[in-house]
């Protein structure tokens, strides 16, 4: 049986929902579907869409919005910011650490050969001091739900997450669509998001900036699919939208080629990723990035926002490690659970998991997007027996975890309100001043029913997501 | 500002001026042919010269059928001035700089192409045409609406004038360029009907004949007509009224920028010119040879202003 967030066993509102079930138990269906219709097209009208290159012609699509909120109590979440805090301020420690004394390996918490040997290190990193300290000052924390009190954080986004603009066009429909909901229900605001990230990374300027900090935001262009996000976010910050071809390094600066010609940027919020970033330091072929902006960002010039080589951190073989991770550098006991991992790389867990296969999920330590992965109980015996034979072969490569029971919450489906399973990607700022955390986040849902998986690009939608104030 | 979002905005108002002169041109054909089915061929041909598409046309082409031709001005991919591609450009455009667009304007310009993609999804049957037509010009009235209702008068404000100008300035030039013989005191049909039609059809074309008609009354000339197409101060689509704004959008550049530019002087230049001169001397070096001139300054204006605000890398 699965934790429904909205209703209990027999069927009555859980306390979070009360005020909301009150409100929808008077709502008629035709008038809801109505509503739908609006919000679907509003989010046509103002453009929020993601690119999909599923056939040969690039197509924009909607991703499916419920208007079914999903809330959350202000004891629930003070519980959670409480532990998302603590990760975080751990991953920053950890990325300073293994960049510069590898303190974490000596102590034998970290197998040194995990990182050595790891894809998402950037050797170029040791020893370069980020301004303001700073690694991450955007994360993405997605966590999942299993019971009433039963959060797992399924994993770290330090690279470049993506998503926020949703969260904030999610409420600003919602709050178009039901003002009268939320002047009898206390939400606490996401709007100041764009504000305090501006704010944010103006904190985390370089020493080379002097005066009131010029912010880009980098993205690779038009046809990238989360380009309404960059855009958006630029627009809503005040900040210059920039491609790599707007910039070049002179003077030991990064600048962008303005109508009056070049004026240096002290902070880039980019969107594009490390290897693309700047082709004489990295992938000599890339055309996304600025051509020697790794050189000024070691001397001070400017500010990476997040810092290169931040993935080392949110890489699947490291995930497992994190309880200890969070462990070692704030002193204590990690509030937010992992979701239990069998490295298959220890014997005993390796006999563990191939006892279990048709339970667990088998992932791949360094893939990603689905692929190489074993979903134990949708999986074919010969399949199966397939999986077992390459993961003898290579125990080192594989994790396992048990597949979870996600939670769900209702949406409004054709035959009226029906359960389905649901994640959160809280967004964290991290600034030189301290760690900010967006009451909410964002709230992905399976459309399917039974499905278990909520990305967008599988078919997944979102909701607004609503922590109620004390 | 950047140079990039100075470029994005000059191309996206130019395309959607482009893509409302369109319309415009295929109504005036629409009633031209309604009105004499006669030539209808040379009429289209004419249309689709004036509306810069005569070479894509003849590549895919042959004949001048009207609904071959407004098949192709309005929806054809292969045309890139047809508006769906117009309006497609711009909405590009659009999003290419959105950052320097309030929201109602983005939310116009996506919108209208929304509405439009729809709208030109199929061919447009003839009973369909007029509601097509003013559908697209009013869409692009909704952007520009909304654009001088919301926007900041910085310099974001003259790149997106100065292309919305420099692209009807050289529309209207083209539309007389093209009819400049019916306009010649020397045709043999001279005072016939079919000059009134040709008159009253480069009239529509600039959505001016009732303006025209108000200002002149009866008294319908080709030198008055050319007067006030080119020379007019007061006609919104006449060239002298396009190139008094290209001077003031310049001016005001230069100073929010506090530096000289070539762009500004030649604009200057451009203006005086028209300034001082009168329809009769036009006629007298020839309307023809005038109407290139000035398309060829009129571009050079347009490269300079690309130069000096360095739209490009």
């Known amino acids: 049986m699965f934790f429904d967030e909205m209703l209990d ?22 008038a809801l579907r109505r509503k739908a219709r609006e919000a679907d097209a509003f989010f046509r009208r103002t453009g929020i869409t993601f690119n999909v290159y599923s056939d040969a012609k690039a197509d924009e699509r909607l991703i499916p919005f419920d208007q079914i909120p999903r809330i959350i109590s202000a004891r629930e979440w003070a519980k959670l910011t409480k532990g998302i805090e603590q990760r975080v301020q751990a991953l920053n420690a950890f990325l300073h650490d293994i960049y510069h004394d590898q303190d974490i390996i000596r102590a034998g918490k970290v197998p040194q050969s995990l990182i050595a040997r790891n894809a998402a290190l950037l050797p170029k990193m040791f020893g370069v001091e980020p301004p303001g300290g700073v690694y991450t000052h955007i994360v993405g924390v997605d966590l999942v739900r299993t019971g009433k009190d039963e959060f797992f954080v399924l994993e770290d986004n330090a690279r470049t997450p993506s998503g926020v603009s949703y969260m904030l066009e999610n409420r600003e429909t919602m709050l178009n669509m039901f003002p009268e909901l939320f002047s009898g229900i206390r939400v606490e605001a996401v709007s100041d998001y764009p504000l305090k990230l501006r704010r944010s990374l103006s904190a985390s300027a370089p020493p080379a900036c002097d005066g009131r900090p010029v912010i880009g935001v980098l993205t690779p262009g038009l046809h990238n699919s989360a380009y309404y996000e960059h855009a958006f976010l630029a627009e809503q910050m005040g900040a210059e939208l920039v491609e790599g071809h707007d910039l070049r390094v002179a003077d030991g600066r990064v600048a962008m080629r303005t109508t009056q010609g070049y004026t240096p940027i002290d902070v880039l919020y980019r969107r594009v990723d490390d290897d693309y970033l700047d082709p004489l330091n990295f992938k000599p072929e890339s055309m996304l990035g600025v051509p020697g902006i790794f050189d000024v960002y070691r001397a001070g010039g400017i500010t990476i926002a997040n810092a290169p080589g931040t993935g080392i951190a949110d ?8 309880p200890d991770i969070v462990e070692f550098y704030t002193g204590k006991t990690a509030i937010l659970q992992n979701v239990p991992t069998w490295r298959c790389a220890d014997a005993d867990s390796l006999s563990h998991v191939l006892d279990n296969l048709a339970d667990l999920v088998v992932k791949e330590v360094h893939g990603s997007g689905g692929y190489g992965m074993l979903v134990g109980p949708a999986a074919s015996k010969k399949e199966i027996a397939a999986f077992r034979e390459k993961l003898k072969a290579n125990p080192e490569g594989y994790i396992a975890q048990p ?15 029906a359960p389905r399973h649901v994640d959160l990607r809280p967004f964290v700022l991290v600034s030189p001043d301290g760690i900010d955390i967006t009451p909410g986040g964002l709230t992905r849902v399976a459309m399917k029913e039974g499905s278990l998986v909520v990305n967008s690009s599988q ?12 | 500002m950047l140079g990039r979002t100075a470029s994005g905005l000059f191309w996206m108002f130019r395309q959607l001026e482009r893509s409302e002169n369109t319309a415009r041109l295929v109504e005036a054909g629409m009633r031209m042919a309604l009105t004499r089915a006669a030539s209808g ?6 249309v689709v010269t004036t509306a810069g598409a005569g ?17 192709f001005l309005l929806r054809d991919k292969r045309n890139p001035s047809s508006v769906l591609n117009l309006f497609e450009a711009a909405r590009n455009n659009a999003r290419m700089v959105r950052t320097a667009l309030t929201r109602e304007v983005w939310e116009n310009v996506n919108e209208g192409w929304l509405i439009l993609k729809d709208a030109l999804a199929r061919p447009v049957p003839s009973s369909h045409l007029p509601d097509v037509l003013s559908l697209i010009r009013r869409r692009s009235a909704l952007v520009r609406g909304s654009w001088n209702g919301t926007a900041l008068r910085n310099d974001i404000y003259c790149f997106a004038r100065l292309g919305t100008r420099i692209e009807r300035a050289d529309n209207t030039a083209r539309i007389l360029d093209v009819k400049y013989y019916v306009l010649l005191p020397s045709t043999s049909n001279v005072g016939s009907s079919l000059d009134n039609v040709q008159w009253e059809s480069i009239l529509r074309s600039a959505s001016a004949a009732r303006s025209f008609n108000w200002l002149f009354g009866g008294e319908t000339t080709p030198m008055k007509i050319a007067e006030f197409l080119t020379l007019n101060a007061q006609m919104p689509r006449s060239l002298r009224f396009c190139t008094s704004d290209y001077v003031r959008a310049l001016d005001t550049l230069c100073e929010l920028y506090g530096e000289r530019s070539d762009s500004r002087l030649l604009a200057h230049a451009l203006n005086e010119d028209l300034a001082g001169q009168t329809i009769e001397a036009v006629f007298k070096t020839g309307l023809h040879e005038f109407l290139g001139g000035f398309i060829m300054r009129n571009n050079a204006l347009s490269l300079q202003i690309e130069n000096d605000y360095r739209f490009n890398a």
Do not use: F, Q
């Open chain 2, 55 to 71: 070479d894509a046309y003849r590549e895919t082409h042959d004949g001048y059928d009207a609904d071959r031709v407004i098949d």
């Open chain 1, 315 to 322: 890489d699947k073989a490291l995930y497992s490690y994190m």
């Open chain 2, 41 to 46: 061929e040379n009429e289209w041909a004419s």
């Open chain 1, 403 to 417: 597949t979870l029971a996600l939670s769900t919450v209702p949406v409004l489906a054709k035959s009226g309100l």
């Open chain 1, 9 to 30: 066993e027999n069927g009555e509102a859980r306390e979070p929902y009360t005020a909301y079930c009150d409100w929808l138990k008077d709502m008629d269906s035709t």
């Open chain 1, 459 to 470: 078919g997944g939608g979102t909701k607004d997501t609503w922590v109620l104030e004390d």
